[in-house]
């Protein structure tokens, strides 16, 4: 089955405590973004990535990081995590920047 | 300016009646365009996608476009109960994939 996949779906943690989310997919597509969801600013892009080694900031990329080693997992970091980092989370891919997204799950992350 | 901007709602509509959505856009070199329906903690899920100017249906959807206005609409006949969600419009915006609206939150009154 085609799918998107995240880990952990919930996770509460302290802050400064660095967590990784992860994301897999089985599609072979080349793109893959990270959304955050937050309650009346629908999806913002916190970064994406055109291929592997090949990773670019979107809209609210402060206090994230990511990485593509490899074509299916696509990593989302937080090294310090902040409480205004407590979001819905949501990793993506596509096989082209024009073309539908599938979406993994959903990570609800709380920082406290 | 937001690049893809939606009415925030909530649209209430009551059952088998029209619902009308729309969307606009800033990019003018879009191409792209999407519907999803979102339930609430879950995944958005694609609803239609239109990438030429004029109407598109798929059963009670019909997608429409037009690119003079960078204005995308999704008009859904027969409004169910089940159809209450909230709807995200999202376009291409060059290299970075989709960008999205903030989502319309619809209603439909039993």
């Known amino acids: 089955e085609a799918q998107v996949t995240q880990n952990p779906r919930y996770l509460i943690t302290v802050t400064g405590k660095k967590l990784t989310v992860t994301c897999s997919q089985n599609?072979?597509?080349?793109?893959m973004s990270w959304y955050r969801q937050d309650p009346g600013l629908g999806l913002r892009q916190i970064y994406y990535?055109?291929?592997?080694?090949?990773?670019d900031k979107g809209d609210v990329p402060e206090g994230y990081k990511v990485s593509r080693k490899e074509k299916r997992n696509f990593p989302l970091i937080l090294e310090s995590p902040s409480p205004n980092q407590t979001s819905l989370y949501f990793c993506?891919?596509?096989?082209?920047?024009?073309?539908?997204?599938?979406f993994g799950q959903g990570t609800r992350l709380t920082v406290v | 300016q937001k690049e893809v901007e939606q009415n925030s709602g909530p649209l209430s509509v009551p059952e088998g009646a029209i619902a009308s959505l729309n969307c606009t856009y800033s990019d003018r070199g879009s191409q792209s365009f999407f519907w999803y329906r979102q339930y609430s903690g879950k995944s958005p899920e694609l609803i239609m996608f239109?990438?030429?100017?004029g109407d598109k249906e798929d059963g009670r959807f019909t997608a429409q476009l037009n690119k003079a206005s960078q204005y995308v609409s999704l008009l859904i006949r027969d409004s169910q109960p089940s159809d209450s969600a909230t709807y995200l419009c999202a376009s291409d915006t060059g290299r970075r994939a989709l960008t999205f609206g903030s989502g319309t939150r619809l209603q439909v009154q039993p």
């Open positions: 239109i990438y030429s100017n």
């Open positions: 990535s055109m291929n592997v080694e090949v990773t």
């Open positions: 993506a891919s596509s096989f082209s920047e024009n073309t539908e997204a599938f």
């Open positions: 599609m072979n597509h080349e793109y």
